[in-house]
């Protein structure tokens, strides 16, 4: 090889993947020639082909795409949705509103379905094969309470005592079980977590939306990081449809609350500024 043909070879290598293949009037994702995946691959599909690098069964495109529909949209309180809204009336247009709001889907707000997954998995080390679930989540759950944890990642909601999207995705997790799609052992992990922590609080806090969610994407097989990734994908739905809602609706410079409710000031009361040497004369 020529000294020519080494830095071609080393140029080409800069950026390798193993996701997409794109020549001159050919395109293709995983190996799958692009031609043949449009019409044929819902996009649920496609989505678990990118990041698994095949395609998956019908019940599990099923039951990650019944994952993705709840997690839209929570309104314009959710922070990630208002900020979007406010980007708007600040003049962004709807990809830099967009990019403002997915910003800030981290570890506090948007980071509980990755936490969660990472706390089943830890529950699952603990119990090993035979071990017992509720006994195994209690050890887990007080061990970062120990650590100065206050919050179950998954469990508990701040606005809903029941949240209403939990029951239905866990039907179908139940009937994904049943037909051998999913083991079931993150359903039941997650069971335990909900049984372990109502005896350490003394009281029943429900599983939420993170964590029937973090049930699905670690059944499904999907990695914790990879749990928030596909959170946002869906999130990112209800902060284009906010987005584009606000454009439409116009409004110039939105705060967070009207101009009329006053925020709360903990300063000093209103001072005169103290005389000093050299000060200039007024």
Same mark, same amino acid.
């Given at each position: 090889?020529?000294?020519?043909?080494? #830095?071609?070879?080393?140029?080409?290598?800069?950026?390798?993947?193993?996701?997409?293949?794109?020549?001159?009037?050919?395109?293709?994702?995983? =190996?799958?020639?692009?031609?043949?995946?449009?019409?044929?691959?819902? $996009?649920?599909?496609?989505?678990? @082909?990118?990041?698994?690098?095949?395609?998956?069964? +019908?019940?599990?495109?099923?039951?990650?795409?019944?994952?993705?529909?709840?997690?839209?949209?929570?309104?314009?309180?959710?922070?990630?949705?208002?900020?979007?809204?406010?980007?708007?009336?600040?003049?962004?247009?709807?990809?830099?509103?967009?990019?403002?709001?997915?910003?800030? #889907?981290?570890?506090?707000?948007?980071?509980?379905?990755?936490?969660?997954?990472?706390?089943?998995?830890?529950?699952?080390?603990?119990?090993?094969?035979?071990?017992? #679930?509720?006994?195994?989540?209690?050890?887990?759950?007080? &061990?970062?309470?120990?650590?100065? %944890?206050?919050?179950?990642?998954? $469990?508990?909601? +701040? *606005?809903?005592?029941?949240?209403? /999207?939990?029951?239905?995705? *866990?039907?179908?997790?139940?009937?994904?079980?049943?037909?051998?799609?999913?083991? =079931?052992?993150?359903?039941?992990?997650?069971?335990?977590? %909900?049984?372990?922590?109502?005896?350490?609080?003394?009281?029943?806090?429900?599983?939420?939306?993170?964590?029937?969610?973090?049930?699905? $994407?670690?059944?499904?097989? *999907?990695?914790? %990081?990879?749990?928030? =990734?596909? *959170?946002? #994908?869906? &999130?990112?739905?209800?902060? @284009?449809?906010?987005?584009?809602?606000?454009?439409?609706?116009?409004? /110039?410079?939105?705060?967070?609350?009207?101009?009329?409710?006053?925020?709360?000031?903990?300063?000093?009361?209103? +001072?005169?500024?103290?005389? /000093?040497?050299?000060?200039?004369?007024?």
């Amino acid at each position: 090889m020529t000294k020519s043909e080494e #830095l071609v070879q080393s140029a080409s290598d800069w950026w390798s993947t193993g996701i997409i293949d794109i020549h001159p009037g050919k395109i293709a994702i995983r =190996g799958y020639p692009i031609q043949e995946l449009i019409g044929k691959v819902r $996009f649920p599909e496609m989505i678990w @082909l990118m990041l698994r690098g095949d395609l998956p069964t +019908r019940a599990q495109s099923d039951l990650l795409e019944a994952a993705l529909v709840p997690g839209v949209d929570h309104g314009p309180h959710a922070p990630s949705i208002a900020i979007a809204r406010m980007s708007v009336t600040c003049g962004l247009q709807v990809n830099g509103a967009m990019a403002s709001a997915i910003n800030v #889907l981290d570890d506090i707000h948007g980071g509980a379905g990755q936490q969660c997954m990472e706390l089943y998995r830890e529950i699952d080390k603990q119990a090993g094969e035979a071990g017992e #679930l509720v006994e195994a989540a209690g050890i887990v759950i007080r &061990r970062h309470q120990d650590a100065g %944890e206050k919050i179950v990642p998954g $469990f508990g909601h +701040r *606005f809903h005592p029941v949240d209403p /999207r939990t029951a239905p995705l *866990f039907k179908l997790v139940a009937k994904a079980v049943a037909s051998g799609v999913v083991s =079931g052992r993150y359903a039941a992990i997650g069971q335990a977590v %909900e049984t372990a922590l109502g005896a350490i609080k003394n009281r029943h806090i429900p599983m939420n939306i993170d964590g029937i969610t973090a049930v699905i $994407f670690s059944e499904l097989g *999907f990695e914790p %990081e990879l749990g928030r =990734g596909i *959170f946002i #994908l869906s &999130r990112s739905v209800g902060i @284009l449809a906010h987005a584009w809602e606000q454009k439409q609706q116009g409004g /110039r410079i939105k705060g967070p609350m009207p101009k009329e409710i006053p925020y709360t000031y903990t300063g000093h009361a209103q +001072r005169a500024v103290p005389e /000093r040497d050299g000060a200039a004369d007024s």
